[in-house]
């Protein structure tokens, strides 16, 4: 019985991934035919209506009752902190033609969730998870290098807001994992659906953009808001209860490749072969981080 749930751990986690790695691509398509404020709008709409339904299934909002004041305030200050990081990840996505390059280069952010995390939790990491952290950082210079000698032209556009979208989720993730007990998970990522939709009202308003979108990049924002703020993080939480966080965190480590063959099926697009090879030390990379964990256990 106990090795079935580990095979239902493992398959959950594997659902989890392709689904956050499919929010890249149809984030990416529909991004091709709207602007950010028009996307963020129905995405995120669509994203808070599927947390609602679920929490109201599983009666999550009960738990606001207990809340202590100090919660509302960590629930404010990640939504802020969340539009921010949330905003340049999907810039990035908008800005770097091919999407397997904003994963790869995302791999950044365990590096800097395991800084903060040594920093702000006083959390250890091992020389296994130091070494794993030299070659992400290492693999993402590669991708993002582009060989001219000026500090302004040295990286291609877009790989900045990959990095401050990776620092403000290492930020997010080091608060959540502080206060994960006090909070529960589903009412987080309500929290999260709700301010992003809030700011994208606000700059959708501030825009003068329309409303109206044409039904192809509608149903690409529709497909991908069921996988991403749903389907992952659901399927993700599941992974937990059968699975320690270590295995999944080494299953997470595969999104690239998800992101790579599905950014090829879909746009026909295929990274350099320096990219590829930045893209794979990343991911070899994230695997010592996830081995590191594992043998600290």
């Known amino acids: 019985m106990q090795q079935k749930g580990y095979v239902k751990g493992i398959l959950l986690a594997f659902v989890s991934v392709i689904a956050v790695s499919n929010v890249y691509i149809f984030s990416k398509a529909a991004l091709m035919e709207v602007s950010l404020p028009q ?12 947390a609602l339904i679920y929490a109201c299934s599983q009666k999550t909002f009960r738990t606001i009752t207990t809340f202590a004041k100090r ?33 790869f280069i995302g791999n950044l952010s365990p590096v800097f969730i ?23 950082i290492f693999g993402a210079f590669i991708i993002s290098y582009k060989g001219d000698a000026n500090l302004q032209g040295m990286f291609i556009d877009g790989a900045q807001y990959v990095l401050y979208s990776s620092i403000f989720a290492a930020i997010s993730a080091v608060i959540i994992k502080k206060n994960i007990d006090k909070i529960n998970p589903i009412i987080l990522t309500t929290n999260r659906s709700l301010f992003l939709l809030l700011f994208s009202i606000a700059a959708l308003v501030f825009t003068n953009d329309s409303m109206n979108i044409s039904f192809k990049p509608l149903l690409n924002i529709f497909i ?3 996988l991403g703020p749903f389907l992952t993080v659901i399927a993700g939480y599941l992974a937990l209860q059968y699975i320690p ?53």
């Open 224 to 226: 991908g808001s069921l």
């Open 71 to 103: 919660n509302y305030l960590i629930l404010f200050v990640l939504g802020i902190i969340e539009v921010v990081g949330t905003y340049y990840f999907f810039k990035a996505i908008h800005t770097i033609s091919n999407p397997a390059l904003v994963s």
């Open 114 to 136: 395991i800084t903060l995390s040594f920093f702000i939790l006083k959390e250890r990491f091992n020389l296994l998870e130091f070494f794993g952290m030299v070659l992400a």
């Open 39 to 50: 996307f963020g709008v129905y995405w995120f709409s669509f994203g808070l209506l599927w």
């Open 245 to 297: 966080l270590s295995r999944r965190a080494v299953i997470n480590s595969t999104r690239g490749l998800f992101v790579l063959l599905g950014a090829y099926l879909y746009f026909g697009q295929f990274p350099s072969t320096v990219a590829i090879i930045g893209g794979l030390l990343t991911i070899f990379g994230l695997l010592l981080i996830a081995f590191g964990k594992i043998r600290s256990t």
